[in-house]
T-cell receptor
Framework: SAVISQKPSRDICQRGTSLTIQCQVD?????MFWYRQQPGQSLTLIAT?????????ESGFVIDKFPISRPNLTFSTLTVSNMSPEDSSIYLC??????????????FGPGTRLTVL | DAKTTQPNSMESNEEEPVHLPCNHS???????IHWYRQLPSQGPEYVIH???SNVNNRMASLAIAEDRKSSTLILHRATLRDAAVYYC???????????FGQGTELSVKP
């Protein structure tokens, strides 16, 4: 299993500013992901955070808007840049633990609730 | 991408069994069927997964159709704490990422 913490747990920001969200895992993991959950919606995968290389972004998400760092196997950051009210969402970090052949289990952080005014 | 179809919502009475269906008619032979749930104001949590055979764990049972085009998550005795959104997800055996659908919102009445 894996225990994940995120900082901050919530924030209220002004449009045009940027916020960096931190994700810390209690063990070394290879696969780490960032998701967004807009109000009343399901989770949407933003990107896979790769250790030592650039993140892999899903369709509709770009590095300039959501830069991601992954300096080691236990930590990652997601920055939401030049924010607008449409960025108001919960941002979740997750990690995948390969605990059976051909697959794995994902563990999620508690999320960061972002409100942009 | 193989997709899943679930009812938007279901209701159950406390201490009764709940059967949550999921259709995945375009599943490939190597896709695992995963179920996660998201309790209010929390991140999703793993419930169960399977490939071909039915599976049981302390949280639930997973019944998989013989042709693998559908599955059912079974909560044997629903409690109020089981009220959550339940997601049926096909696990892509590349890169570990999960693609979430809309899920089924389960409400449990006392």
């Amino acid at each position: 299993s894996a225990v994940i913490s995120q900082k901050p747990s919530r924030d209220i920001c002004q449009r045009g500013t940027s916020l960096t969200i931190q994700c810390q895992v209690d063990s070394q993991v290879t696969m780490m992901f960032w998701y967004r959950q807009q109000p009343g919606q399901s989770l949407t995968l933003i990107a896979t955070a790769n250790q030592g290389s650039e993140a892999t972004y899903e369709s509709g998400f770009v590095i300039d808007k959501f830069p991601i760092s992954r300096p080691n196997l236990t930590f990652s950051t997601l920055t939401v840049s030049n924010m607008s009210p449409e960025d108001s969402s919960i941002y979740l970090c997750s990690v995948a633990v390969t605990d059976y052949p051909g697959g794995g289990t994902q563990y999620f952080g508690p999320g960061t609730r972002l409100t942009v005014l | 991408d193989a997709k899943t179809t679930q009812p938007n919502s279901m209701e159950s009475n406390e201490e009764e069994p709940v059967h949550l269906p999921c259709n995945h008619s375009t599943i490939s032979g190597t896709d695992y069927i995963h179920w996660y749930r998201q309790l209010p104001s929390q991140g999703p949590e793993y419930v169960i997964h399977g490939l071909t055979s039915n599976v049981n764990n302390r949280m639930a049972s997973l019944a998989i159709a013989e042709d693998r085009k559908s599955s059912t998550l079974i909560l044997h005795r629903a409690t109020l704490r089981d009220a959550a959104v339940y997601y049926c997800i096909l696990y892509y055996n590349q890169g570990g990422k999960l693609i979430f659908g809309q899920g089924t919102e389960l409400s449990v009445k006392p």
